[in-house]
């Protein structure tokens, strides 16, 4: 399994500068075409942002609930903000991903737990986006995307994992969406839920600290990813899926600086050797990890 991570430092401005960049991006995206509902879970989100932005010395003993809160708010904002900013030019010209935007945001703010049609949407805009900023040109079809890798299309079933005990039926799922396809597959699957990073915020008093978080909550997804991999080519009709791609996203404060940080993650399993399309599919899922990041908030 591969991990690729950007510097684990990037100042991203303000609580106010987050959501006014945030804004900026839902006008291009509503001026394109997409729906947006007032007092829906964006709503809320920047509600959030913005009330932590009032408060005075609003790092100071933030905790609980109240972080958690808070964190999620700015992890959601950024994944939507980053599918926004790679996707907008796709959304102009394409029903399919207006519409993809729409569903992610309706609805209310709902547990991570619960089933939430808008925070799957979520997750595929994020893939897409991911696919986008490694050079291709992502397509809503059929399986959830399709992209051009070379001389090959590969079909991505991007699967919002909420629970361990559930990763069987959404992989088996997924494989059976892919091998629906002629094309050579991706899984994605997101385990922020399934490893409850939604609801803990790592606490750490030095760089070193985080780092060891990190390669802590690297290891765990990493494994499950390794599974996944091994039990998918050993299934019937598995060397159709080419590869598996875990994410996650977890949050952490600083005690030191008071400082936040949120790490969005990927990690990807090994290509396959012996297919054809190895050397381009390697280059471009390494491009497609590439865009992991981590962002903190002085």
């Known amino acids: 399994m591969q991990d690729h991570r950007e510097p684990a430092n990037i100042k991203v401005g303000s609580l106010d500068e987050r959501a006014a960049a945030f804004e900026v991006s839902l006008g291009t995206l509503t001026g394109a ?3 947006f509902v007032a007092r829906s879970r964006i709503d ?4 959030t942002l913005r009330d932590q932005a009032t408060t005075p010395n609003p790092d100071a ?3 609980g609930a109240a972080a958690i809160q808070l964190l999620n708010a700015i992890g959601e904002l950024d994944e939507l903000g980053f599918a926004a900013a790679q996707l907008s030019e796709l959304v102009a010209i394409d029903e399919a991903w207006r519409g993809k935007f729409s569903h992610a945001f309706t609805g209310a703010v ?11 949407a979520q997750f595929e805009l994020l893939a897409a986006a991911n696919c986008r900023a490694a050079g291709g040109r992502p397509r809503h079809e059929e399986p959830d995307i399709l ?19 559930r990763l069987e039926e959404h992989v088996r799922k997924a494989r059976s969406q892919i091998l629906g396809t002629a094309h050579g597959g991706l899984i994605a699957l ?15 008093t030095s760089l070193e600290q985080l780092n060891a978080i990190r390669n802590s909550v690297f290891s765990r997804v990493e494994r499950v990813g390794g599974d996944v991999q091994r039990w998918i080519l050993a299934s019937p009709g598995g060397e159709q899926v080419k590869v598996v791609a875990t994410y996650c996203r977890w949050m ?45 908030r002085g």
Do not use: E
Request: aromatic share 8%; charged share 25%.
């Open 61 to 63: 003993g933030l905790r």
């Open 33 to 35: 075409g997409v729906r």
């Open 190 to 204: 997101d385990l922020t839920r399934a490893f409850r990073l939604d609801s803990t915020v790592f606490l750490a």
């Open 147 to 165: 992209v051009d890798v070379g001389i090959k299309t590969l079909a991505i079933a991007a699967k919002r994992i909420r629970s361990i005990k």
């Open 110 to 120: 709902r547990s991570f737990a619960q089933h939430d049609p808008a925070r799957d």
């Open 252 to 296: 952490a404060v600083d005690r030191t600086t008071q400082s936040t940080a949120i790490t969005r993650q990927w990690i990807a399993g090994p290509i396959p050797a012996f297919s054809y399309t190895a050397r381009p599919l390697k280059r471009f899922v390494m491009r497609l990890m590439g865009s992991t990041s981590s962002s903190n």
């Open 44 to 47: 809320a989100y920047l509600r």
